[in-house]
């Protein structure tokens, strides 16, 4: 399920649309950042489609901020997880936060919760349960 490579410059090119970039963002004290789905309905990371003249890298930050107003350092290295919603992939970049802003594009569509390991594990549903304890594993 778990593929660690090394940073990928990439840009998006119809071959390779079959997975979605985001972050895993963690505080300095050990805490995880979740969102909420456009619907509201379930918690999950930030993530979105690839850009067509952006890296991966750039993409998975992009998308950090505008779902979830956070900023901060990504590790070079990504995780790939295989069996995804619809079929996709997710391209995750590791993200220690600096900056949690309050306001951010998709403010008003999502709510962020900065949250314990632990509680976040038993918020979050399916793979993303895996990804948490996966990178959570890792990282600490």
């Known amino acids: 399920m778990l593929k660690k490579q090394k940073n990928d410059q990439r840009l998006a090119t119809e071959r390779d649309s079959d997975y979605q970039v985001g972050v895993f963002a963690y505080t300095g004290s050990g805490k995880v950042v979740l969102v909420t789905s456009r619907k509201g309905e379930s918690w999950i990371l930030p993530k979105g489609n690839r850009a067509k003249k952006r890296s991966d890298r750039l993409q998975a930050k992009r998308e950090a901020f505008e779902e979830a107003g956070i900023q901060g350092s990504l590790n070079c290295k990504h995780y790939d997880f295989n069996c995804f919603e619809k079929s996709k992939k997710l391209r995750i970049y590791t993200m ?3 900056t949690i802003l309050n306001d951010f594009p998709e403010v008003r569509q999502r709510k962020r919760m900065v ?6 594990e ?7 349960l895996k990804i948490i ?3 959570r594993k890792r990282i600490f």
């Open 133 to 135: 304890r996966e990178l």
């Open 115 to 120: 949250t314990t390991f632990d509680r976040a």
């Open 122 to 128: 038993k918020m979050v549903k399916g793979e993303y």
């Open 96 to 98: 220690r936060v600096k």
